[in-house]
């Protein structure tokens, strides 16, 4: 008897959690969806998960390296608890739309404490479908000499940052960007 009870209790409690969760309103579900990756039902079709790719100082020294072809590279230094940082992101995310099929590559170069990688930033990825574009750097494997020897301006005292280059043509800028400003700098590379 105490296990038909058992039993019928447990089955309650799954389907009450059940009925509960199919009538969330729109703006509770939406925080599932930014809180809850993993589950099947609040996955966007364009969803992709993260992958942590860690760059050593020197895979990340070529990816900044000019290239010789027509594509702008729009490389930008973040983190996660970086306000500015957080605040740019949706800039670049729109300017990643406007020109899909144009000859930019957007890369996201994150800086967070390794221990954040698994939680922070695979959150954030995920929840602004930027899996694809995020990279990791451990700052704590930067040396004082990677920065003069890839930036003329950035010293790494303070992020965002972020390096345009097209050819022989670069442009950095530390601090956060407008969405003008953003504007600005893709156009002045055409």
Known sequence: MKNLLLVLMLVGALSSCKKEHTTLDSSTETETLNTDS?????TPENFTPFRQ??????????LLAKKDNDTLYITNFFATWCG????????FKE???EVKGQPV???????DAREDWPTKVKDFAEENNLSKNILLVDPEKLSL???????DQWDGGSIPFTLMRKGEKSDETIGMMTKEILDEKISSFK
């Not at 993993?38 to 609040?42: I, L």
């Not at 000499?145 to 930036?151: G, R, S, V, Y």
């Open 95 to 97: 300017k990643m739309q």
């Open 84 to 91: 500015p940082c957080m605040r740019e992101i949706p800039h």
């Open 105 to 111: 590559k957007f890369t996201f170069v994150g800086i």
């Open 53 to 62: 790719i860690e760059l050593s100082p020197d895979q990340a020294s070529a």
């Open 145 to 151: 000499e990677f920065f003069p020897k890839n930036f």
């Open 38 to 42: 993993s589950s099947a039902h609040a």
